[in-house]
């Protein structure tokens, strides 16, 4: 069964605004990470975030991480046309040596 | 530096066939990994492998069979492919060391008919 669930599965917005995707889990992790897909293609990291850490900055990337509500939350801000993807979150228990992916979120940007 | 290159993109098999998919990575990861994506499914782990000669299962390992006897190499097979195993299949790769960030392939679009 996979750790995280996120919501919105979709979500549709103009260019330039903001898009905000959460992730939330059920055990105690080592760490999250956020990964995007683009169509047809593999996944790549976005950022990283662990468990004693509470907020993490990448560019236009924020992420936020609440553990004792077991959940994660990704912004992006002022947002492109070439971030149209699919955002992942997947969780890294301590000493589990792999990630739990959740089912992603589909981000559409409207130009 | 290619990092994580996966071998074959396509394949169509019929049912009841084998095939081997082949992932290969020039970062000297130790750790390698094997998943499936289906539709609003995200990333299934199939098996993995936390160094050369050693593989462990993953959250889906029936039917499916891997090896590691060279440490950039991960081979997935298919010993009697079904049409459940229609997906797209997703290598990556991970340092010992480091970050814990997964490095990924293209991936290997697989149809069993």
């Known amino acids: 069964s996979q750790q995280g669930e996120e919501d919105p599965q979709a979500l549709s917005i103009q260019e330039g605004e903001n898009a905000t995707m959460n992730c939330s889990y059920k055990?105690?992790?080592?760490?999250l990470q956020w990964y995007r897909q683009n169509s047809g293609r593999g996944l790549v990291h976005l950022i990283l975030?662990?468990?004693?850490?509470r907020e993490k900055h990448s560019g236009r990337l924020r992420v936020t991480l609440d553990t004792s509500k077991k959940s994660s939350s990704l912004l992006i801000t002022a947002s492109r046309a070439a971030d149209t993807a699919s955002y992942f979150c997947?969780?890294?228990?301590?000493?589990?040596?792999?990630?739990?992916f959740g089912q992603g979120t589909r981000l559409t940007i409207n130009p | 530096n290619a990092g994580v290159t996966q071998t074959p993109k396509f394949r169509v098999l019929k049912t009841g066939q084998s095939m081997t998919l082949l992932c290969a990575q020039d970062?000297?990861?130790?750790?390698m990994y094997w998943y499936r994506q289906d539709p609003g499914m995200g990333l299934r782990l199939i098996h993995y492998?936390?160094?050369?000669?050693?593989?462990a299962k993953g959250e889906v390992p029936d039917g499916y069979n891997v090896s590691r006897l060279k440490k950039q190499n991960f081979l997935l097979g298919l010993e009697s492919a079904a049409p459940s195993q229609t997906s797209v299949y997703f290598c990556?790769?991970?340092?010992?060391?480091?970050?814990?960030?997964?490095?990924f392939g293209p991936g290997t679009r697989l149809t069993v008919l």
């Open positions: 990556a790769s991970r340092s010992l060391a480091g970050s814990d960030t997964q490095y």
């Open positions: 970062m000297n990861h130790e750790y």
């Open positions: 975030i662990r468990s004693n850490e």
């Open positions: 997947a969780t890294d228990s301590l000493g589990a040596q792999k990630l739990v």
């Open positions: 492998s936390v160094g050369e000669g050693t593989t």
């Open positions: 055990t105690s992790i080592n760490n």
